[in-house]
């Protein structure tokens, strides 16, 4: 599900605020999507990047933030 607003979510160390995320990736939020009624998103958009949110489990749920630039300049 898609949402352009922000909608927090929690690890089991941490809860995720905009004003947090947006100070995490360095960049201003403008969507997220969850997959398959999960509380983590899986893909965040901000004004320059789309950020993968990659989870990992060991013994606590966790997540990493990948970020790929939205708008590519070639020369």
Do not use: H
Request: glycine letters at 2%.
């Amino acid at each position: 599900m898609m949402y352009c607003e922000f909608k927090p979510f929690s690890t089991d160390t941490e809860t995720y605020t905009q004003e947090m995320l947006e100070e995490i990736i360095g960049d201003e939020f403008e969507a997220m999507m969850f997959k398959d009624d999960t509380e983590i998103p899986a893909y965040i958009w901000t004004v320059n990047f789309v950020v993968i949110v990659k989870r990992s489990t060991k013994f606590v749920t966790d997540i990493s933030f990948e970020k790929i630039p939205r708008n590519p300049v070639c020369e």
